[in-house]
């Protein structure tokens, strides 16, 4: 069965500290991956998406993410937080025929001046 | 380029009532989906059109909720009669069709049944 975990309910960082975000997932075939980030009141936003070829993405707002096929993850980085960064940060598995798309539980990151 | 609207943005009611919320996705985007976003949780798709027709309805609960897609544009879910589990925040987005396509989310609805 397909899954996404994000085994980081929580995380807090100090502001210019570097960030990971952990996302594993469990998918038979060949995954499209995505992060989003939610902030409050307002609907999801892309930050980054990888489908194939390089397996380093970057995406907005400074932040990037691997892809390591072996360990099934696609960690989020960003090498220095901003406090505009708080959010809740959703990993996102979808089918290659993206008829099934799936959702982590989601991270909450909150930034300290 | 307008985003994915959604109407309501907030609705309280009681259990058992009816509720309907409504959503009109970017222009020229093919496929919408509607998803439920229980407090603390990830979103979960309730479905799926592909223009009017609908391609994955799997994790609706169709004793209560239906959705509709007329024309292939704009889109109601609707939940009859709700209960107390309905609580939670109603998205809609829309991606062009096609395989890979990014998902454009909209703000959103709250709903909260008492």
């Known amino acids: 069965a397909q899954s996404v975990t994000q085994p980081d309910i929580h995380i807090t960082v100090s502001e210019g500290a570097s960030l990971e975000l952990r996302c594993n997932y469990s998918y038979g075939a060949t995954p499209y991956l995505f992060w989003y980030v939610q902030s409050p009141g307002q609907g999801l936003q892309l930050l980054l998406k990888y489908f194939s070829g390089d397996t380093l993405v970057q995406g907005i707002k400074g932040f990037e993410a691997e892809f390591k096929r072996s360990q099934s993850s696609f960690n989020l980085r960003k090498p220095s937080v901003h406090w505009s960064d708080a959010a809740e940060y959703f990993c996102a598995v979808g089918a290659v025929d993206f008829n099934k798309f799936y959702f982590g539980s989601g991270t909450k990151l909150n930034v300290k001046p | 380029e307008a985003g994915v609207a959604q109407s309501p943005r907030y609705k309280i009611i009681e259990k058992r009532q009816s509720v309907a919320f409504w959503c009109n996705p970017i222009?020229?985007?093919?496929?919408l989906y509607w998803y439920q976003q229980i407090l603390g949780q990830g979103p979960k798709l309730l479905i799926q059109?592909?223009?009017?027709?609908?391609?994955?309805d799997s994790q609706l609960p169709k004793d209560r909720f239906s959705a509709e897609r007329l024309k292939g544009v704009d889109s109601t879910l609707k939940i009859q009669p709700a209960k107390l589990e309905d609580s939670a925040v109603y998205l809609c987005?829309?991606?062009?069709?096609?395989?890979?396509?990014?998902?454009?989310f909209g703000p959103g609805t709250r709903l909260t049944v008492l």
């Open positions: 222009s020229g985007h093919a496929t």
């Open positions: 987005a829309s991606s062009l069709a096609g395989t890979g396509n990014t998902q454009y």
């Open positions: 059109f592909q223009n009017n027709g609908v391609v994955d």
